[in-house]
């Protein structure tokens, strides 16, 4: 070979590294320092907030009623239709707690209990395709319920619903569209929900619509429902959800903690239904094990405060974490602080015993690889002041935020609570694996 073709066939090796080695540069492929680094995913990247601004007119109209609407002859999609009816837990039929689990055709309603004897705030999801429908729910007492079509709240503020001493009341809210299309509809307020109603000579196709994701929230009375009768909408989980699109799967029991087996209401026995056990009892592990939960929300208990020792409270965090790992040793798990309301026995400024539980609560965040955060409202104090709306005191935020009862949040209280709780959540990991 001469000198010019060994020069010609040099040069065209040389041309074709050139071109290889752009490529792997471009493609990322040389070297640790050029690898792409891909983002773990947040929560935040999973969240469809509803949106605050109320749907027009133009677009629909939702109208409050105690009575059916006047439409003729009326048809009714039940709630224990298959497939019609996405629910935040399993419902049962409304009594079933007496009469058993099979609906009574002619007072067809539905309730929402977890594993223990208190109700849950209904909160159903669906896609409806017609003109007009109008959901039908039952309270007892007082309640408030809302409806968002399509992520957009279909009034200023909930329709309020009064019942009556001597037992429930049905009531509807009447939802009229242009013209007959698909539009996705929440409902969430009411511990009682029958179904959907239609005018009979008017089709409505209604689906369930699948959960994009769904945490699961143990906890005490925090989240279990809202004592406030005119909060029911936005009490904890329903507002969890709102703040975030996810479905909550609410498996709260009053009285609570990772050591406290809680107070059980007299109504237990009568309903026989199951009591209230601490958070790593069999029943709860097992109830974890069995939902449709993509993640896990554990919000942290006063409850457990003295006579419990802060290292008894360790110990049970502790053994909570691994029997939950066992069970589901893939599940992200959210760790949440003690609740820092203050009372007559739980001063404002936080204590060295309460601060010492919340180190606890870290420290394990950091010792247990599925535990994806730890978020602390105890020693921020989110709530200030030692009164409640119907006790101001003037001295903090608790006056506007704390219910009648002195203790609990009331709507406007929960709504700052759990908002204070998604700006955190929205920052942390999905995947343990990418825990800091």
Not at 4 to 26: E, F, M, Q
Not at 107 to 123: H, I, M, T
Not at 203 to 212: D, F, G, I, N, Q
Request: proline share 7%.
């Amino acid at each position: 070979m001469t000198t010019r073709r060994v020069l010609v066939a040099v040069a065209a090796l040389v041309a074709v590294a050139v071109v290889l080695l752009a490529s792997l540069w471009a493609a990322d492929l040389l070297g640790p320092q050029e690898q792409r680094v891909e983002k773990p995913v947040t929560f935040g990247d999973l969240m469809e907030p509803a949106k605050t601004e109320v749907i027009s007119p133009a677009e629909a109209t939702a109208t409050f009623r105690d009575r059916a609407p006047r439409w003729g002859d009326l048809r009714e999609i039940r709630w224990y239709v298959p497939n019609a009816f996405t629910f935040s837990l399993t419902p049962k039929a409304f009594g079933s707690h007496v009469d058993g689990d099979e609906p009574r055709v002619n007072f067809s309603a539905a309730e929402f209990f977890l594993n223990n004897e208190v109700a849950k705030n209904a909160d159903v999801t669906f896609t409806a395709t017609g003109r007009r429908f109008a959901i039908h729910y039952m309270t007892t007492r007082r309640s408030d319920a809302m409806v968002w079509l399509d992520g957009r709240p279909v009034a200023t503020k909930p329709f309020t619903g009064v019942g009556s001493r001597r037992g429930s009341v049905h009531h509807w809210i009447e939802i009229t569209l242009p013209a007959s299309r698909a539009v996705k509809v929440r409902f969430a307020g009411p511990f009682v929900f029958c179904g959907v109603d239609h005018p009979a000579d008017e089709s409505l196709k209604v689906t369930a619509t699948p959960p994009p994701f769904t945490i699961g929230v143990v906890s005490d009375s925090m989240y279990e429902t809202s004592l406030d009768p005119g909060s029911m909408s936005s009490s904890a989980a329903p507002t969890l959800s709102t703040l975030t699109g996810f479905r909550v799967w609410n498996m709260a029991q009053g009285g609570t903690g990772y050591l406290n087996t809680g107070a059980d209401p007299a109504i237990g026995q009568e309903f026989n239904l199951a009591g209230t056990t601490r958070f790593g009892s069999n029943e709860r592990v097992e109830a974890l094990a069995t939902a449709p939960i993509d993640a896990l929300l554990v919000n942290g208990s006063l409850n457990d405060g003295p006579p419990f020792s802060v290292a008894a409270h360790l110990d049970a965090v502790d053994r909570f974490l691994r029997a939950v790992e066992m069970r589901l040793p893939s599940l992200p798990i959210v760790l949440v602080g003690l609740e820092p309301m203050s009372t007559s026995k739980i001063p404002d400024v936080p204590t060295k015993h309460y601060l010492a539980m919340t180190r606890a609560l870290k420290s394990m965040a950091a010792e247990h690889d599925n535990v994806v955060g730890f978020i602390d409202p105890y020693t921020s104090n989110w709530f200030t002041g030692t009164g409640s709306s119907r006790k101001p005191r003037g001295d903090g935020n608790q006056d506007q935020y704390i219910g009648r009862d002195g203790l609990h949040p009331n709507g406007a209280g929960q709504v700052f609570f759990q908002q204070h709780v998604v700006d955190q959540l929205r920052t942390l990991p999905v995947n343990p694996r990418d825990r800091r």
